[in-house]
């Protein structure tokens, strides 16, 4: 039924007296979520389910605070979870190139760092001291002495074995030789020279035989020799492993409930054993010694591999980590191994090993959003990799993708134990899970936030709760009873009905900053409802300057849009234009034109490629309505053109497909249509009018024109009674409609809508097919019939005149 609505029906009014409180500074603050029941079920089961796989994709519109509301979850829900171990890399002594991984209990990571860098400070002055203590000489005094005194007692025998033959044993620099001998003194070359042949045969075997026997001598004594620095190693390992066992048994005893760190003790005691040496260098000065301070860079860097290198330390924590990473860069995420520049090169050690927000994680959640991952490179193939191998690898970018083949760190990948909750909108979780298989395997969880909440009375006091929040975290003015209402007010029209509050959250903070500055600004002590008003007047004003341009235009006849009168096949039909922070409605002149032909409805817009595809359809199923309504036994016989005036732009949506087939009806039915209102609303092949979108600013468009141009008591806009529900317009309308200077009519069927448009009676049909006489439908409905009469006529004289004009041409012939 038509009805018009009233001031009340145009705006839900919100009434301060269900805060209960004169000001928020009575509420207490509210930290939870609200108005995501969905949500906080998918996120309880997703954050407690233990299987593989199960991570998170938060789904939600911008603004509606998810993040916020995740990270604030999270941490709840985290402090009553363990707190995870430390984890350490330390030098493998296997392999130097592969750091092992070391776990240890929440808090113990430091402490080992800091036990096992005294330790190794203590065994360095230990072994110093011990090497260089007057026992230690006096213990290899008296193993090499032994050996020296056997040694001169063998080579002094052979000496005197050699002089009892004429020969002397001499050092040279080839080696020991026998040479001849005149007494005690080298024979000369001139005497040697003298000697008869067989004289000097007989010093040949002598130095034979005295040479095989030196040999076998020395051999003995080289055995010998070994022997003695077998015993000098021996003793050296024994006074280095005396002056550092007793350090090591102190760290085994401290730390002997944890297997990785005794053996990894056992490996370090074993290495400064066997490479005790490292320890008895003493540093030079560089001024003394121009390649000091490089033996001393190596001498460090060797000690180096007996420090541990604490990756994740969770000393302060409590509960598990909730980790929001913020630039996900690759390193960012999974580690770097560092390097640094010495000599002209480039150094690395697992010292240099950094963790990632992966590794911090660890043991709890991380939280990122899904743009930085798609955006920064490798990061979104990583976090899959990680999560699919159920393993965290520190690599570089590079090595991953093949393009470094230098020999660098290839650390011990530590276990993955963590739930990753992606925050996205839902675009994106669509378009991942059309085209991306792994995602479905990794992300099974959906938490879907939505854009609104019911406007119940619990509802409502916890959105005063959520609004306190903001007035005391933001260090802002309390807000009055009032206000608060008008900031309800103004939720319901940001979620497009008037039984739902927007949880655009964002939105609304931004409202009560800015009210929070006009009140300021006032020097008033709380934030009042006008403050709140101004806020949002000021809102729109710094984002309208369009809207007022276009108003102008309209206002000086530019853009032709009547507001008085009557004209046949002429509407005035509602559009809305986005403007990303702001949209607003505009008016359009939409004609029709109607002729006698075969082509039916012909919509400008998309012959001129200027209509899009919903539009399209819209236009099209006119076609249905007219043949359904009016002209079931025979063929609708028109060429009608429909088209949106002055517009310059691509027309998109059906919103205005009631529009054009009144201008149609009011053409075919030759009937006025009264121009102070304007029209909204799509419609079926049935004649149901259907909602649309954008309603609130629509009407605001048309009211806006029309208080311009002067209101004048007849004007409106006619919406979809389905629309109703949608209504939240601002104050100055609201006022305009309680005066009687402006109307809001809701219609379900296109029979109402041209009842209002026109006056005139739509007329029901008779039984015999036709309409009630005088009646929009039967004036319709009877140039319908005249037109395909006319066109019967001209196709019948038009084929007559064709076969005239062919027996003309063959009696010429």
Same mark, same amino acid.
């Given at each position: 039924?038509?009805?018009?609505?009233?001031?009340?029906?145009?705006?839900?009014?919100?009434?301060?007296?269900?805060?209960e409180?004169?000001?928020?500074?009575?509420?207490?603050?509210?930290?939870?979520?609200i108005?995501?029941?969905?949500?906080?079920?998918a996120l309880?089961?997703?954050?407690n389910?233990?299987?593989?796989?199960?991570?998170?994709?938060?789904?939600?519109?911008?603004?509606?605070g998810?993040?916020t509301?995740?990270?604030?979850?999270?941490?709840?829900?985290?402090?009553?979870?363990?707190?995870?171990?430390?984890?350490?890399?330390?030098?493998?002594?296997r392999?130097?190139?592969?750091?092992?991984?070391?776990?240890v209990?929440?808090?113990?990571?430091?402490?080992?760092?800091?036990?096992?860098?005294?330790?190794?400070?203590?065994?360095?002055?230990?072994?110093?001291?011990?090497?260089?203590?007057?026992?230690?000489?006096?213990?290899?005094?008296?193993?090499?002495?032994?050996?020296?005194?056997?040694?001169?007692?063998?080579?002094?025998?052979?000496?005197?074995?050699?002089?009892?033959?004429?020969?002397?044993l001499?050092?040279?620099?080839?080696?020991?030789?026998?040479?001849?001998?005149?007494?005690?003194?080298?024979?000369?070359?001139?005497?040697?020279?003298?000697?008869?042949?067989?004289?000097?045969?007989?010093i040949?075997?002598?130095q034979?035989?005295l040479?095989?026997?030196?040999?076998?001598?020395?051999?003995?004594?080289?055995?010998e020799?070994?022997?003695?620095?077998?015993?000098?190693?021996?003793t050296?390992?024994?006074?280095?492993?005396?002056?550092?066992?007793?350090?090591?048994?102190?760290?085994?005893?401290?730390?002997?409930?944890?297997?990785?760190?005794?053996e990894?003790?056992?490996?370090?005691?074993?290495?400064?054993?066997d490479?005790?040496?490292?320890?008895?260098?003493?540093?030079?000065?560089?001024?003394?010694?121009?390649?000091?301070?490089?033996?001393?860079?190596?001498?460090?860097?060797?000690?180096?591999?007996?420090?541990?290198?604490v990756?994740?330390?969770?000393?302060?924590?409590?509960?598990?980590?909730?980790?929001?990473?913020?630039?996900?860069?690759?390193?960012?995420?999974?580690?770097?191994?560092?390097?640094?520049?010495?000599?002209?090169?480039?150094?690395?050690?697992?010292?240099?090993?950094?963790?990632?927000?992966?590794?911090?994680?660890?043991?709890?959640?991380?939280?990122?959003?899904?743009?930085?991952?798609?955006?920064?490179?490798?990061?979104?193939?990583?976090?899959?990799?990680?999560?699919?191998?159920?393993?965290?690898n520190?690599?570089?970018?590079?090595?991953?993708?093949?393009?470094?083949?230098?020999?660098?760190?290839?650390?011990?990948p530590?276990?993955?134990?963590?739930?990753?909750?992606?925050?996205?909108?839902?675009?994106?979780?669509?378009?991942?899970?059309?085209?991306?298989?792994?995602?479905r395997?990794?992300?099974?969880?959906?938490?879907?936030?939505?854009?609104?909440?019911?406007?119940?009375?619990?509802?409502?006091?916890k959105?005063?709760?959520?609004?306190?929040?903001?007035?005391?975290?933001?260090?802002?003015?309390?807000?009055?009873?009032?206000?608060?209402?008008?900031?309800?007010?103004?939720?319901?029209?940001?979620?497009?009905?008037?039984d739902?509050?927007?949880?655009?959250?964002?939105?609304?903070?931004?409202i009560?900053?800015?009210?929070?500055?006009?009140?300021?600004?006032e020097?008033?002590?709380?934030?009042?409802?006008?403050?709140?008003?101004?806020?949002?007047?000021q809102?729109?004003?710094?984002?309208n300057?369009?809207?007022?341009?276009?108003?102008?235009?309209?206002?000086?006849?530019?853009?032709?849009?009547d507001?008085?009168?009557?004209?046949?096949?002429?509407?005035? =039909? *509602?559009?809305?234009?986005?403007? +990303?922070? @702001?949209?607003?409605? $505009?008016?359009?002149?939409?004609?029709?034109?109607? /002729? &006698?032909?075969?082509?039916?409805?012909i919509?400008?817009?998309?012959?001129?490629?200027?209509?899009?595809?919903?539009?399209?359809?819209?236009?099209?199923?006119?076609?249905?309505?007219?043949?359904?309504?009016?002209?079931?036994?025979?063929?609708?016989?028109?060429?009608?053109?429909?088209?949106?005036?002055?517009?310059?732009?691509?027309?998109?949506?059906?919103?205005?497909s009631?529009?054009?087939?009144?201008?149609?009806?009011?053409?075919?039915?030759?009937?006025?249509?009264?121009?102070?209102?304007?029209?909204?609303?799509?419609?079926?092949?049935?004649?149901?009018?259907?909602?649309?979108? =954008? *309603?609130?600013?629509?009407?605001? +468009?048309? @009211?806006?024109?029309? $208080?311009?141009?002067?209101?004048?008591?007849?004007? /409106? &806009?006619?919406?979809?009674?389905?629309?109703?529900?949608?209504?939240?317009?601002?104050?100055?309308?609201?006022?305009?409609?309680?005066?009687?200077?402006?109307?809001?009519?809701?219609?379900?069927?296109?029979?109402?809508?041209?009842?209002?448009?026109?006056?005139?009676?739509?007329?029901?049909?008779?039984?015999?097919?036709?309409?009630?006489?005088?009646?929009?439908?039967?004036?319709?409905?009877?140039?319908?019939?005249?037109?395909?009469?006319?066109?019967?006529?001209?196709?019948?004289?038009?084929?007559?005149?064709?076969?005239?004009?062919?027996?003309?041409?063959?009696?010429?012939?």
């Amino acid at each position: 039924m038509i009805r018009e609505l009233t001031a009340d029906e145009a705006r839900e009014r919100c009434d301060p007296g269900l805060f209960e409180c004169d000001s928020t500074a009575e509420l207490a603050p509210m930290d939870g979520i609200i108005g995501q029941d969905r949500a906080i079920s998918a996120l309880k089961f997703g954050l407690n389910i233990l299987k593989a796989g199960f991570n998170i994709y938060v789904s939600g519109l911008a603004g509606t605070g998810k993040t916020t509301a995740i990270k604030s979850f999270l941490d709840a829900l985290a402090a009553q979870r363990d707190t995870p171990p430390d984890w350490c890399y330390v030098h493998n002594f296997r392999d130097p190139y592969c750091p092992k991984a070391l776990k240890v209990p929440a808090g113990m990571g430091l402490g080992l760092q800091k036990d096992m860098k005294r330790t190794i400070d203590n065994a360095r002055r230990g072994l110093t001291q011990a090497f260089t203590s007057k026992e230690y000489a006096n213990r290899r005094a008296e193993i090499t002495e032994d050996f020296t005194r056997k040694r001169e007692a063998a080579f002094n025998m052979i000496g005197k074995k050699a002089r009892d033959r004429g020969l002397l044993l001499q050092t040279t620099p080839v080696g020991l030789i026998f040479i001849p001998a005149a007494g005690d003194e080298p024979m000369s070359e001139e005497a040697y020279r003298k000697l008869s042949p067989r004289e000097k045969e007989e010093i040949r075997k002598k130095q034979e035989e005295l040479t095989r026997e030196l040999k076998d001598k020395i051999i003995e004594l080289k055995a010998e020799e070994s022997a003695v620095e077998k015993r000098l190693e021996d003793t050296d390992r024994e006074v280095a492993s005396y002056s550092v066992s007793y350090l090591f048994e102190e760290m085994r005893r401290k730390y002997d409930q944890l297997a990785q760190v005794i053996e990894y003790l056992k490996e370090v005691e074993q290495d400064i054993t066997d490479n005790f040496e490292q320890f008895k260098v003493e540093p030079k000065s560089p001024e003394a010694d121009p390649l000091a301070a490089m033996q001393e860079l190596v001498r460090k860097q060797a000690l180096r591999k007996y420090e541990i290198n604490v990756l994740v330390d969770n000393s302060e924590l409590k509960g598990a980590p909730v980790t929001l990473e913020l630039n996900p860069i690759f390193n960012n995420l999974f580690g770097r191994i560092e390097k640094e520049a010495q000599f002209g090169a480039l150094y690395t050690d697992f010292t240099m090993i950094k963790s990632g927000s992966m590794h911090r994680a660890n043991g709890g959640y991380l939280v990122v959003r899904i743009e930085d991952l798609l955006t920064n490179f490798q990061s979104w193939e990583g976090l899959k990799r990680t999560l699919r191998d159920g393993k965290l690898n520190i690599e570089e970018i590079g090595e991953r993708m093949g393009f470094v083949a230098t020999k660098s760190l290839r650390p011990e990948p530590i276990p993955l134990d963590i739930k990753v909750v992606v925050i996205g909108e839902p675009m994106y979780y669509y378009l991942l899970w059309q085209m991306d298989p792994e995602f479905r395997e990794l992300f099974k969880v959906k938490a879907d936030f939505d854009s609104r909440m019911d406007k119940t009375e619990d509802n409502i006091k916890k959105y005063a709760s959520v609004i306190c929040r903001m007035c005391k975290t933001g260090n802002l003015k309390h807000i009055k009873n009032d206000a608060l209402a008008k900031i309800l007010e103004h939720s319901s029209r940001l979620a497009g009905e008037r039984d739902k509050l927007s949880t655009l959250f964002a939105d609304i903070a931004d409202i009560v900053h800015e009210a929070n500055f006009w009140a300021t600004d006032e020097k008033a002590s709380l934030i009042e409802a006008k403050h709140v008003n101004k806020a949002i007047e000021q809102k729109v004003y710094r984002s309208n300057l369009i809207q007022q341009r276009i108003t102008e235009m309209i206002d000086k006849g530019m853009i032709m849009i009547d507001t008085e009168g009557e004209k046949v096949g002429q509407v005035n =039909g *509602l559009a809305v234009i986005d403007l +990303g922070d @702001f949209s607003f409605g $505009r008016p359009s002149r939409i004609t029709a034109t109607v /002729g &006698v032909g075969r082509e039916g409805l012909i919509d400008i817009e998309r012959e001129a490629k200027l209509g899009g595809r919903i539009h399209t359809k819209g236009v099209m199923i006119l076609n249905g309505y007219m043949t359904e309504k009016y002209v079931r036994d025979i063929p609708l016989s028109l060429s009608a053109r429909l088209v949106f005036e002055q517009s310059y732009e691509e027309v998109e949506g059906d919103s205005a497909s009631s529009t054009e087939l009144y201008a149609l009806l009011s053409r075919l039915a030759e009937v006025p249509i009264k121009q102070g209102i304007a029209v909204t609303g799509s419609v079926n092949q049935k004649g149901e009018v259907q909602a649309i979108g =954008g *309603l609130n600013e629509k009407i605001e +468009g048309f @009211f806006e024109i029309c $208080r311009v141009k002067g209101l004048n008591g007849q004007q /409106g &806009v006619m919406v979809p009674a389905s629309n109703v529900r949608n209504l939240m317009l601002k104050e100055e309308v609201v006022a305009a409609i309680k005066k009687g200077e402006f109307h809001i009519y809701s219609v379900t069927t296109i029979d109402e809508g041209i009842e209002v448009l026109t006056g005139a009676k739509a007329g029901k049909l008779l039984e015999d097919g036709g309409y009630e006489p005088d009646s929009v439908n039967h004036k319709v409905q009877k140039c319908l019939v005249t037109l395909a009469e006319k066109l019967k006529r001209f196709s019948a004289g038009e084929e007559k005149a064709r076969k005239t004009g062919g027996d003309n041409n063959g009696s010429k012939t």
